[in-house]
């Protein structure tokens, strides 16, 4: 089980060292479940001063796919390496959404990422329209294929996969459980399909969609539901420690 922070563009310095703070108290041991904060570029130095020797782990929130270059405003992976990060999150849907990211710009970015040894978090879902179309299966399908085109894996904890249906996050709405391991049992298909029954079975697929304490438990208790990628939930260090605690009792 895995259950990250995303704290998206939030937080000062002062209180990023505050709710990093906060988050290690809460958590405390969490046992076989893997934590980690994901807190905005600015901030990923203090925040590693305040979990490092904890098991809470640093994540960040995008990467360029180049190593250096004339690219404004972006980071690099082997710049995340160097600051602590052990993830990093890589196509999330407001990046698709806001900032034209593609499918191909997405693997691209796995595929750096993992050359310096970060995990990548790999963000699928689909929109409600095309839900409502019933089209979701085959966006996450081909979102999932084309992430993953030409990836080697060299280990199952080398990658992980979270499906964010992009009318969940943060609006409030939240897949029910049934809905959640629909698309689970077809991730983990396409990735037992690609990478074989060990590594398949053993990947890790997240669910992210206004997660909170009062559904997490349900939603954790799906056979292909391997933890949570939290949004808003993150930024209390209770109700992410409640969060935690939900996946501890998984297990």
């Given at each position: 089980?895995?259950?990250?922070?995303?704290?998206?563009?939030?937080?000062?310095?002062?209180?990023?060292i505050?709710?990093?703070?906060?988050?290690?108290?809460?958590?405390?041991?969490?046992?076989?479940?893997?934590?980690?904060?994901?807190?905005?570029?600015?901030?990923?130095?203090?925040?590693?001063?305040?979990?490092?020797?904890?098991?809470?782990?640093?994540?960040?929130?995008?990467?360029h796919?180049?190593?250096?270059?004339?690219?404004?405003?972006?980071?690099?992976?082997?710049?995340?390496?160097?600051?602590?990060?052990?993830?990093?999150?890589?196509?999330?849907?407001?990046?698709?959404?806001y900032?034209?990211?593609t499918?191909a710009?997405?693997?691209?970015?796995?595929?750096?990422?993992?050359?310096?040894?970060?995990?990548?978090?790999?963000?699928?879902?689909?929109?409600?329209?095309?839900?409502?179309?019933?089209?979701?299966?085959?966006?996450?399908?081909?979102?999932?294929?084309?992430?993953?085109?030409?990836?080697?894996?060299?280990?199952?904890?080398?990658?992980?996969?979270a499906?964010e249906?992009?009318w969940?996050?943060?609006?409030?709405?939240t897949?029910?459980?049934?809905?959640?391991?629909?698309?689970?049992?077809?991730?983990?298909?396409?990735?037992?399909?690609?990478?074989?029954?060990?590594?398949?079975?053993?990947?890790h697929?997240?669910?992210?969609?206004?997660v909170?304490?009062?559904?997490?438990?349900?939603?954790?208790a799906?056979?292909?539901?391997?933890?949570?990628?939290?949004?808003?939930?993150?930024?209390?260090?209770?109700?992410?420690?409640?969060?935690?605690?939900?996946?501890?009792?998984?297990?």
């Amino acid at each position: 089980m895995l259950v990250a922070g995303n704290w998206k563009m939030h937080t000062n310095r002062e209180e990023a060292i505050q709710l990093a703070q906060a988050v290690v108290a809460e958590v405390g041991d969490p046992g076989p479940v893997q934590v980690a904060v994901c807190p905005p570029f600015v901030n990923l130095e203090v925040v590693r001063q305040i979990v490092e020797h904890t098991p809470i782990h640093l994540g960040a929130q995008h990467m360029h796919e180049e190593v250096a270059g004339a690219y404004t405003g972006e980071v690099s992976a082997p710049m995340l390496k160097a600051v602590g990060c052990r993830y990093v999150i890589l196509g999330h849907s407001e990046r698709r959404q806001y900032f034209g990211e593609t499918d191909a710009a997405v693997n691209r970015k796995i595929k750096r990422a993992l050359q310096y040894g970060l995990i990548p978090i790999v963000c699928v879902g689909e929109t409600l329209e095309e839900r409502q179309a019933g089209k979701a299966a085959t966006v996450v399908e081909r979102q999932v294929s084309a992430a993953l085109d030409g990836v080697a894996l060299p280990s199952a904890e080398a990658l992980v996969i979270a499906y964010e249906p992009v009318w969940a996050i943060g609006t409030g709405h939240t897949a029910t459980p049934a809905q959640a391991q629909e698309m689970h049992a077809l991730i983990r298909h396409l990735l037992v399909k690609q990478y074989g029954e060990e590594v398949g079975r053993a990947l890790h697929i997240l669910y992210g969609g206004s997660v909170k304490p009062s559904n997490a438990a349900d939603l954790f208790a799906q056979p292909d539901v391997d933890g949570g990628l939290i949004g808003g939930a993150s930024l209390k260090a209770a109700d992410f420690a409640a969060i935690v605690q939900a996946a501890c009792r998984k297990g």
